[in-house]
């Protein structure tokens, strides 16, 4: 199976930075796309970003300029990179693996546990 560990929520104040990693591990030959998805409290899970194995990237427009996603495919991790936090961008942010191919040859989607980020006014 495959377990992705989430790391780098927190309390920040508002115009501050905080920087999100997950680590995925596990049988895995190859991950197509990893992405971060965030869920505030009565809302639905949204994108916030998204990675493919080529290197594109695709933003909400919500967080277009403020935050970079960034991925190393031989450790298959991928970093959320922060900055200018709005009060607006508190959440459970979420690290999604898409298209995980295994050495097996299956292939699945996996989440991770979830990391609070909580940004103050």
């Known amino acids: 199976q495959v377990q992705l560990v989430e790391s780098g929520g927190g309390l920040v104040q508002a115009g501050g930075s905080l920087r999100l990693s997950c680590a995925a591990s596990g049988s895995i030959f190859r991950i197509n796309v990893m992405g971060w998805y965030r869920q505030a409290p009565g809302k639905q899970r949204e994108l916030v970003a998204t990675?493919?194995?080529?290197?594109?990237?695709n933003y909400a427009d919500s967080v277009k300029g403020r935050f970079t996603i960034s991925r190393d495919n031989a450790k298959n991790t991928v970093i959320l990179q922060m900055n200018s936090l709005k009060p607006e961008d508190t959440s459970v942010y979420y690290c999604?693996?898409?298209?995980?191919?295994?050495?097996?040859?299956?292939?699945?989607?996996?989440w991770g546990q979830g990391t609070q980020v909580t940004v103050s006014s």
């Open positions: 999604n693996a898409a298209g995980v191919v295994l050495r097996n040859g299956w292939s699945s989607d996996y």
């Open positions: 990675i493919t194995s080529g290197g594109t990237t």
